[in-house]
């Protein structure tokens, strides 16, 4: 089955910089790759997806990448700010298996003010 | 409803006793799922369901959790004779085609077995 793999797994940056978070997947038959924001004591919120027939999606100050060759794409925050800190989760989905979602294991992500 | 609703959102239990969780998803959604996330950890996959009927049950941990659906809507997870390793957060989410992604996940029922 699917396995999402996601590093790093903790991530301090200065804000103002940027911040890259990257993931890799198993199953070459996943075509949908979204990434959630998880601040505490809230479910998961959907910040942006990524679906197989594109490389790259912008959305302001957030971005990611594809790479379907290589099986791995990335979540990119430039000009960071304090309230981006939260953990994110990248996800896959198995195509054709109910939409089943396989999380990675999450990047907790602060921003120094 | 605007969103995905969860209820209890905090339930301590004595370990043995049975719980439920409620779901309430987005009107009009047909797939929902549910998921556990335990402390520090990523989303473990629980199970899914499509209208009333569930084609995916493969991450119940054991024969203890069972969940149903009813009117293509509410659902309940249940645990019988609760463990302290089901201590957990339980999130469920909703989407409005089983293929697409493009989950609602709700705020989650933390639930701790004493």
């Known amino acids: 089955g699917e396995n999402v793999e996601q590093h790093p797994s903790t991530l301090s940056v200065q804000e103002g910089d940027s911040a890259v978070i990257k993931c890799t997947y198993s199953?070459?038959?996943?075509?949908?790759f979204p990434w959630y924001k998880q601040e505490l004591g809230k479910g998961p919120q959907l910040i942006i997806d990524?679906?197989?027939?594109?490389g790259e999606k912008k959305d302001q100050r957030i971005a990611v990448t594809l790479n379907k060759t290589a099986k791995h794409f990335s979540l990119h925050i430039t000009e960071t700010q304090p309230e981006d800190s939260a953990v994110y989760f990248c996800?896959?989905?198995?195509?054709?298996?109910?939409?089943?979602?396989?999380f990675g294991q999450g990047t907790e992500l602060s921003v120094k003010p | 409803g605007a969103g995905v609703s969860q209820s209890p959102s905090n339930k301590v239990t004595e370990k043995g006793k049975d719980v439920e969780l409620r779901c309430d998803p987005i009107?009009?959604?047909?797939?929902l799922y549910w998921y556990r996330q335990s402390l520090g950890q990523g989303l473990e996959f629980l199970i899914y369901?499509?209208?009333?009927?569930?084609?995916?049950k493969s991450g119940l941990p054991s024969d203890r959790f069972s969940a149903e659906r009813t009117g293509g809507s509410v659902s309940t997870l249940t645990i019988q004779r609760t463990q302290q390793e089901d201590s957990a957060v339980y999130l469920c989410?909703?989407?409005?085609?089983?293929?697409?992604?493009?989950?609602?996940f709700g705020s989650g029922t933390r639930l701790t077995v004493v």
């Open positions: 989410a909703s989407s409005q085609r089983e293929d697409r992604g493009g989950y609602t």
């Open positions: 199953d070459s038959a996943s075509n949908y």
């Open positions: 990524i679906r197989s027939n594109v």
């Open positions: 996800a896959a989905l198995i195509y054709n298996q109910g939409g089943k979602l396989i």
């Open positions: 009107s009009g959604h047909t797939a």
């Open positions: 369901f499509q209208g009333n009927s569930a084609p995916d």
